[in-house]
């Protein structure tokens, strides 16, 4: 079956935006096997690594440009001190990880194996700091250590254990969750917590903070009305939103065996982000209408019931062709939003959650929501073309979503790309796409899907979804007519 869709491309809009790279930002919180097991192996481990990080994970996200990396949770990072983490391994204290399946961890990866792992990776590191269980001292001392050039106490003992040069650490992070796991706080009072916590936190010229607040879970607008009310701009570079497309909190169902009914309200909370970002974007207008707030939504990802016989505080979940959609989805929004959203973190990177990645000993495997992400990366610092959509329904039962969605952009050497979803598991979308003020001679895509919605990558079967060369879009002039199968991700490229 075959239904239509048409997009209008303004290739020369009257103000650039910028699709921020950072938009394409990961996560990776101390949960399950992220951290520990997942990146970080140990340099006695018989898998290739670099100072016990995974070689192979590292090349895998370099290819995706992986933009910047939040560490070190979540929640995680509310009951996290850092200075239990740094200095001879040997020497560091255990702590127990009570988030997330109260498992006894050593410490071994601290500030020093995050930040030069970023180095490795060409990633921005996002520090989360702990406020709900931490004090605004040792904040503003984790600040000095990592980002202090001359002598002082912290930078001392930074040099002492090894690291001569500040990392100048941008992202910062001021709690988590705080209406949750970051200490079930109300909006009034973490804002006044947020301005004493960044009052403290020593900034320079040299390396000027980025400060983030702890955003709102998914539709509470309130949250971040107090926090643009209560905290003073110039201490606010961010104001997070987190939003997961879960089916049900109590009855999230299985990541690989599920219905179309169930696909389709995932697809429904995927869509949610949609209606979420321009809601609180319209509340950030009013007291920001310039637009120098960014709005940065560091949790964001797919989350079903953990794999069967696996400990249900590791979070760990296959990845199928429903994942690869809802990043499709999430991050043409994303990229459509991105004159307010400059930030936005998948949760999570390595094995837990909506994973890019999976390992299994010395196997490591790339998901389908990995390969959208690859062939989204075109669009990281390429200035936003604005779109107009009109798109058929996917109709399941007496309920409808847009089966449609889209965006484009043109990259510094000339190029342009839109990507494009089809939600729809049973239609064939005929697109029509006119490119008002561009001129090109040669279009060439890239496609993902699968003969069937529950495919996965397994470690028997890792290539099962990869993406392929897609030649099926056709260029007359400024028009394009291409056919998008069902359930799939196309990108293409004109020149
Ligand atoms: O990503 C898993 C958890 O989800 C994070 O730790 C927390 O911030 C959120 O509730």
């Known amino acids: 079956n075959a239904q239509q869709a048409t997009v209008m491309v303004n290739a020369s809009p009257g103000s650039a935006t910028t699709i921020s790279k950072h938009i394409y930002g990961h996560f990776a ?46 929640c995680f990072a509310d009951t996290y001190h ?12 255990s702590i127990v990880n009570t988030n997330w399946g109260n498992v006894t961890e050593d410490n071994s990866f601290g500030t020093h194996d995050f930040l030069n792992m970023c180095k490795l990776l060409n990633a921005d590191p996002y520090i989360s700091g702990n406020v709900g269980s931490g004090t605004a001292q040792e904040l503003a001392d984790w600040v000095q250590y990592t980002n202090f050039e001359n002598k002082s106490p912290m930078s001392d003992w930074r040099r002492q254990n090894g690291q001569d040069q500040p990392w100048n650490v ?76 879960v089916i049900d909190w109590n009855k999230k169902s299985s990541a690989t065996d599920y ?27 009013k007291y920001d209408p310039q637009k120098k707030v960014a709005m940065i939504v560091d949790e964001w990802g797919g989350w079903y019931d953990v794999e069967p016989n696996t400990n249900p505080g590791f979070l760990y979940q296959q990845n199928t062709m429903r994942d690869a959609m809802i990043a499709g989805i999430t991050l043409n929004t994303f990229n459509n939003h991105a004159d307010r959203v400059r930030m936005a973190n998948l949760a999570q990177c390595v094995n837990v959650l909506q994973a890019v ?34 798109t058929s329904d996917y109709v399941v039962g007496t309920e409808k979503l847009p089966a449609v969605t889209a965006s484009a ?69 400024n028009a394009l007519t291409l056919k998008l199968p069902p359930f799939s991700v196309v990108v293409l490229e004109l020149k």
């Open 357 to 390: 990645i999976l390992t299994d000993k010395e196997k490591m495997i790339l998901t389908p929501t990995y390969h959208v992400m690859e062939m989204y990366k075109v669009h990281q610092d390429a200035t936003l073309l604005p779109i107009q959509l009109a």
């Open 259 to 285: 219905s179309e009914a169930q696909y389709f309200l995932t697809m429904k909370e995927a869509w949610k982000m949609e209606e979420i970002v321009t809601k609180h974007a319209a509340v950030m207008d």
């Open 170 to 245: 941008k992202f910062w992070g001021i709690g988590n969750e705080a209406w949750g796991c970051g200490g079930n706080m109300t909006a009034e009072y973490y804002a006044n917590e947020y301005r004493k916590f960044a009052t403290f936190m020593p900034n320079s010229a040299k390396a000027p903070l980025y400060r983030i607040a702890s955003g709102a879970s998914g539709a509470d607008y309130n949250w971040t009305e107090t926090l643009m009310k209560n905290i003073p701009h110039w201490m606010l570079s961010g104001v997070g939103v987190h939003h997961y497309s």
């Open 29 to 74: 919180e101390h949960l399950g096997r992220c951290i520990y097991g997942g990146f970080y192996v140990g340099d006695t481990s018989k898998i290739p690594n670099t100072a016990g990080v995974r070689n192979d994970i590292v090349e895998a996200l370099k290819k995706l440009q992986i933009p910047n990396l939040r560490w070190p949770g979540g």
């Open 82 to 93: 850092w200075k239990d983490g740094v200095g001879p391994k040997d020497k560091r204290p």
């Open 409 to 477: 952009s043109k990259d510094a050497g000339g190029k342009t790309h839109i990507s494009l979803t089809n939600i729809d598991t049973k239609n064939t979308q005929v697109i029509t796409i006119n490119i008002e003020g561009g001129q090109y001679t040669s279009v060439t895509g890239r496609i993902l899907t699968s003969n069937k919605l529950q495919n996965y990558n397994s470690f028997e079967e890792p290539d099962k979804i990869k993406p392929a060369a897609f030649n099926g879009a056709s260029l007359k002039g």
